[in-house]
Nanobody, 115 residues
Framework: QVQLVESGGGLVQPGGSLRLSCAAS????????MGWYRQAPGKQRELVAR???????TYKESVKGRFTISRDNGRSTVDLQMNSLKPEDTAVYYC?????????WGQGTQVTVSS
């Protein structure tokens, strides 16, 4: 069992930056693939960025060059640095942990990009 708690969301103007953080507890963090997903109103949840247990990283095409995912196995955290934010990045962002057939989700944090 893994518990995930996100923090760092908020309101930011277009072009601004936010850093999301996800703290994990309850299991061996380093074996999990960690990801950030988002869900905008009326849309399906989508993968934004993912980092495997071995450090392999994938990004949604539209965030490449603007977002950076990183993990700290010593602190059991995964962060998402978001730069050059656009209104279309507005969504609830969820932290995800996966290991084999097991998947866990955080409660989500709202990111709103608006002037």
């Amino acid at each position: 069992q893994v518990q995930l708690v996100e923090s760092g969301g908020g309101l930011v103007q277009p072009g601004g930056s936010l850093r999301l953080s996800c703290a994990a507890s309850g299991s061996i963090f380093r074996v999990y693939a960690m990801g950030w997903y988002r869900q905008a109103p009326g849309k399906q949840r989508e993968l934004v960025a993912r980092i495997s247990a071995g450090g392999n990283i994938t990004y949604k095409e539209s965030v490449k060059g603007r977002f950076t995912i990183s993990r700290d196995n010593g602190r059991s955290t995964v962060d998402l640095q978001m730069n050059s934010l656009k209104p279309e990045d507005t969504a609830v962002y969820y932290c995800n942990a996966e290991y084999g057939s097991r998947a866990y989700w955080g409660q989500g944090t709202q990111v709103t990009v608006s002037s």
